[in-house]
């Protein structure tokens, strides 16, 4: 026990005069305390600190504020609670266009009447910090209203004089005519004073904003590169080259189509049984014609595109289709070679799922090969009802590829004929009305 305190006396003399030397440090040193002591709390009488949040200002360093004191309603709680009985507000008019004016938060009196703020002022001289109670305060910017000075307004010079006497006799003596045209100058002078400083920087700001706005052309244009129809050459001469069969489908494609079988049934006079009343209504006059070979690849084509149409049901999600499974597909579109299958299956789905511009395209595409097997001419009531749609889908997908629908009168029956003719006229977008 005796070594141990021996030990704690040794190290007490040992620290002493490392306590020493900081002391005379802090004594050469009066601009950087090693100490410092802390003041009495105090309530300033007049002016007092201010802790003032600027949410959503960018406020410069020098705004300068005049200070405004104004009694508190005697029956305030703030009173009641010990808070001082006037109440502070700051304004300035400093900026250019701006007015900042801050008043003292009230938002937390409901949640904590209690909480006060303050601020330490640190003297370096006396090492010491006087905390002093802050008003914790909101400051507010808005936009200073401009107006044109009054003397200014009332400065008129001689030639205004001189126009003001004119309109003045021409009101009084002069013609109809003459008055009209007094009137309307004076309407368009009080328009004009109406578009003050505010309104030239917004409509100077809507300018700059629209400038590179799409025009109308430019819409149509987007319009028409993203409508669902058949790839086309929209710039042709000739009718028969808007709508070329081996650009749309692919050579390669079409020349893997088999119509052998047909030409010889048609040959043989014997009957060739399909699931299309269009197909089978035009194979007999499409295989005698000239041609031959190059419109059966594209009648059978669309036979196909019939087909596969058909053997689609109804998918989980709304608005969809689902397609059969490659087996499926090779079944009930015998003879069709794989190729023909796959291109059907890939343009017009994905992923074993047909959405509404999948099934637009397939309709789009149905409407061209039957406007070429037709001429260009088209009755639409055998596609109408190989497709189920009704009258009206069938003629907007005809729409769609830039035909034009009639009616015409067939044996006392009012038939629907799609005829597609240069120019092309493609459906036009809607903008929505000026209001006035």
């Not at 507000?89 to 008043?103: E, G, V």
């Not at 009137?183 to 629209?210: C, F, H, P």
Request: charged fraction near 30%; include cysteine; aromatic fraction near 6%.
């Amino acid at each position: 026990m005796g070594s141990s305190s021996d030990k704690k006396r040794k190290s007490a003399e040992d620290t002493t005069p490392q306590i020493k030397k900081k002391k005379v440090d802090s004594e050469k040193s009066s601009k950087s305390p090693k100490f410092i002591n802390v003041g009495a709390v105090k309530r300033p009488q007049y002016a007092p600190p201010v802790v003032a949040a600027t949410s959503g200002l960018a406020l410069s360093s020098s705004i300068q504020f005049q200070a405004y004191a104004t009694p508190a309603d005697k029956t305030s709680k703030r009173k009641k609670n010990g808070a001082p009985a006037q109440e502070l507000l700051l304004h300035s008019a400093n900026h250019r266009t701006m007015d900042y004016t801050a008043r003292e938060d009230r938002t937390g009196d409901s949640s904590d009447p209690y909480l006060k703020h303050y601020i330490g002022i640190f003297n370096p001289k006396t090492a010491e910090v006087e905390i002093v109670e802050a008003r914790k305060m909101v400051l507010r910017g808005t936009v200073r209203s401009q107006k044109a000075v009054d003397e200014a307004m009332e400065e008129k010079t001689q030639k205004q004089q001189m126009m003001a006497m004119r309109n003045e006799l021409g009101e009084a003596f002069g013609t109809k005519k003459a008055k009209k045209a007094i009137r309307d100058v004076t309407e368009n002078a009080i328009t004009s004073q109406k578009v003050g400083q505010s309104e030239l920087v917004m409509m100077d700001a809507i300018k700059t904003a629209t400038k590179d706005m799409s025009t109308k052309e430019d819409l149509q244009a987007a319009v028409d590169n993203a409508r669902p129809v058949p790839r086309g050459n929209f710039n042709a001469d000739e009718i028969a080259d808007v709508y070329v069969p081996s650009q749309i489908i692919g050579s390669e494609v079409l020349n893997a189509i088999p119509v052998m079988d047909w030409q010889e049934s048609v040959k043989n006079l014997e009957d060739i049984q399909v699931p299309s009343r269009f197909v089978a209504k035009r194979v007999s006059n499409v295989a005698s014609s000239d041609d031959a070979v190059h419109r059966l690849r594209v009648l059978r084509y669309l036979l196909f595109v019939i087909i596969f149409w058909n053997a689609t049901s109804q998918g989980r999600e709304r608005g969809t289709r689902s397609i059969g499974k490659r087996d499926k597909l090779r079944e009930v579109m015998a003879p069709a070679p794989e190729i023909v299958i796959e291109n059907i299956r890939r343009k017009f789905s994905d992923g074993g799922v047909m959405r509404k511009t999948h099934v637009d395209l397939l309709m789009t595409h149905c409407c061209a090969f039957a406007a070429i097997i037709d001429g260009f001419r088209v009755n639409t009531i055998d596609l109408r009802e190989d497709l189920k749609l009704e009258q009206k889908q069938l003629n907007q997908y005809f729409i769609e590829i830039g035909a034009r629908v009639k009616q015409q009168k067939v044996a006392d029956k009012m038939e629907n004929f799609a005829v597609l003719q240069l120019p092309l006229q493609f459906p036009k977008i809607r903008l929505p009305a000026r209001k006035r």
